[in-house]
């Protein structure tokens, strides 16, 4: 009762996160994907201050004229994510996770 298995890292479809259920994961953390729902482009550059997508910069110009991400953009991506786990269930006949 004291473990509480978490998947984490490559999580993109409704598929892994029921992988993961059935390997035994009790929660799930989406880190890269949302912020590629966002616009970014994955660089790593981050701590440079000096995002190419203005994502992940303090630098006002560059989030002016480059960042295009939405809330929209990443509730969509859970949306489908969300809908897919529910298909992949109820092939399985499985009610919940």
């Known amino acids: ?3 509480r298995v978490q998947t984490d890292g490559g999580l993109k479809t409704g598929l892994d996160v029921v992988k993961a259920a059935i390997l035994g994961a009790e929660s799930f953390g989406f880190g890269t994907a949302p912020m590629i729902a966002l616009g970014c482009k994955f660089l ?3 701590h440079l201050n000096n995002c190419a997508t203005g994502v992940a910069t303090q630098n006002e110009k560059l ?5 295009i991400g939405t809330v929209e953009m990443v509730m969509n991506f859970f949306t ?6 529910r298909e992949w269930l109820a092939k399985l006949g499985v009610r919940s996770l």
């Open 1 to 3: 009762g004291k473990v």
């Open 44 to 46: 790593r550059i981050c």
């Open 63 to 67: 989030r002016k004229d480059h960042f």
């Open 80 to 85: 489908f994510v969300a809908e897919e786990t």
